[in-house]
């Protein structure tokens, strides 16, 4: 017996080695991309997908969730879908390597030509050997974006970048640099295609320069039958503000990871996410935060509303760096469970290795309460509207918080349509 | 309009029995104020006729235009014109105040087979009630009842039933929290309902409201039951020399 190949290849495993195989010759990078790519490959076939004896991966059971791997047809074009926002300049990522649309005050080139010049090799491996994100992706990745924001820069409108899940499979990257005292606001889609299964993978790598504010928001609301894995790595320079939000209004199997540090005193994070689950879906996000340094804060607040037999998993993790005193950091995760199968599981952790900082964290599970359903009925509000109402009203609260009531109602209303697609 | 008979309701959870063989009957077009000390069972009373589920009837009825009403969900008997002003509005984190009045005001169009109301209608209901009641148009943009101070949260209640324009109006100690200047706002809006062809029933511990809003009749409650009926002249007795003869009397 060789030490290389230990483990019964599961279907799901076979078929993306089998991708790798079938699709080596046409994917794009020069020959330091490639051994990268091997490199990924070999360690998932050794490896395989992580299962619950992983402890990064102990609340989704990858190697027993990820059952089935579409084929991946190459010919597949990208689609397009009106912006969530108006007025936003639209990149679609696209296996063509193509890029349509252009924004003042950035260059954007598409990834392939960084896999072909070879500056891509060094993104391609994985963050350690529980990345099962970094592997898939970084064995397969096809399309995507490099985007540089000037110094200074604040575009009017905001930067929207679709990512369609057509064809079967869709590896992406997206490296963004935003210029120091540049001001941008980011939305990241993914988007289904009506009955047809995918698997798609993100990695995007984010920097903020000094001074540079930042809103990414990300829409994912992918087909009840497809799977979504996602991995946003950002690094923030001094009083840089990066706040992310995080809507998951779709998919069957969904992780998305999220890996940040402050590099300098005086950046921010905010992350807000919402959490829309039913059916029997599986959805995980999970945080690893790093406050490297003294004097930096950030704040996360998930909300989670769980019917039917869904589950949904929050991890986060803070560490406090030894020198990083004055730190400030709060993470708050609350669930709505719907029905008695619903479930939620939350770990949130602390490692605080400074003694002069400020950190909580809190989990909660709630039903409706029945207060406020009284009240709405006897103004005549019938039982079911009014639980839709106040269903609707927990995750509200963190949207009505967002600036501009152009996208506060645009993302109200996926909500509502979202809630509303479950009644009918 | 509403007949009350020998009502018992008692608490769902630990069956401690509040209501113990009421009877009132209010007409249309009157204004019966319910005053009595405290724990006699006012608010149980409002509670019990707008059909919070925490509270059981065990014995008697309760009739609203001849009609049983013990078997409707609160929001079945709101339809049919029944109206609770709360004593605490209760707070509704996420639910803009404006949404809320035109869910509600449109749900209990459509249980009564009425059109729904387009949005300028609404929009010019909601500005002509509202200045009436000196209620802000920015506080209907906020979550309903949240961060309201108590007089806001009382107008914005009066300012509901207002809007919803109901037949029965259950005023549950409305005047609690309020200052002079207050009081008067709110009592100007309820006189402003007044009509023939509705009710309101007014509890509460002071006379004081009811200088402002002249009852019909007063009943006193006390452990229960309603133990002496009268004209406005029996709240001012009261007031004159507390609960204390009233109760004797009656025992």
Known sequence: ?424 | MLEIRNLHARIAEDGTEIIRGLNLTVKAGEVAAIMGPNGSGKSTLSYVLSGREDYEVTEGDILYNGESILELDPAERAAKGLFLAFQYPVEIPGVATMQFLKVAMNEQRKARGEAELSTPDFMRKVKEAASALKVEPEMLRRPLNVGFSGGEKKRVEILQMALLEPKLCVLDETDSGLDIDALRVVSDGVNALRSPDRAMIVITHYQRLLDHIQPDSVHVLYKGQVIKSGDAELAKELEANGYEDVIKSAA
């Open chain 1, 1 to 424: 017996m060789t030490a290389q190949n230990v483990i019964a290849l599961t279907q799901a495993e076979s078929a993306l080695i089998d991708t790798y195989n079938n699709h080596v010759g046409s994917l794009p990078g020069d020959e330091n991309v490639l051994l990268a790519r091997d490199n990924a490959i070999y360690a998932l076939k050794t490896h395989g997908l992580p299962s619950r004896r992983i402890e990064a991966w102990h609340y989704t059971d990858l190697r027993a969730l990820l059952r089935e791997v579409p084929a991946d047809d190459l010919s597949a074009a990208a689609e397009k879908v009106a912006p969530l926002l108006d007025g936003s300049s639209v990149f679609t990522i696209s296996r063509d390597g193509s890029v349509e649309g252009r924004v003042e005050g950035a260059t954007v080139r598409a990834y392939d030509a960084a896999l072909l010049d070879g500056s891509a090799a060094a993104d391609l491996s994985p963050l350690g050997d529980d990345d099962a994100i970094g592997r898939i992706n970084g064995g397969l990745v096809n399309s995507g974006f490099e985007i540089s924001f000037e110094d200074g820069v604040a575009p009017a409108n905001a930067i929207e970048i679709q990512m369609f899940a057509v064809g079967g499979q869709l590896h992406s990257r997206l490296n963004v640099n935003f210029g120091r005292d540049s001001k941008v606001r980011i939305v990241e889609r993914h988007i289904g295609t009506k009955g047809s299964a995918a698997l798609s993978s993100l990695v995007s790598d984010i920097k903020l320069g000094d001074g540079a504010e930042v809103e990414w928001i990300i829409l994912q609301q992918e087909e009840d039958i497809s799977s979504y894995l996602g991995q946003l790595k950002f690094a923030l320079g001094e009083n840089a503000k990066f706040s992310l939000f995080i809507l998951n209004a779709g998919g069957k199997l969904v992780r998305e990871e999220i890996h940040g540090v402050t590099k300098a005193p005086g950046a921010d994070f905010q992350m807000r996410v919402i959490n829309l689950l039913g059916g029997d879906s599986h959805t995980d996000v999970t945080m690893v935060l790093g406050h490297d340094v003294p004097e930096t804060t950030s704040t996360e607040v998930i909300r989670n509303i769980v019917f039917d037999k869904a589950k949904g998993v929050f991890q986060g993790q803070i560490r406090v760096a030894p020198d990083a005193q004055k730190t400030d950091a709060r993470m708050a995760c609350n669930s709505l469970l719907l029905s008695d199968a619903a479930d939620f599981s939350a770990k949130p952790e602390l490692e605080i290795f400074a003694d002069d900082v400020q950190c909580a964290h809190g989990a909660t599970v709630a039903d409706i309460d029945r207060k406020q359903l009284y009240y709405l009925m006897s103004r005549g509000i019938p039982e079911s509207k009014a639980r839709g109402l106040l269903v609707q009203a927990f995750v509200a609260e963190l949207v009505e918080e967002m600036e501009g009531q152009d996208l506060i109602e645009a993302l109200e209303n996926v909500i509502a349509d979202w809630l509303e697609a479950r009644d009918a």
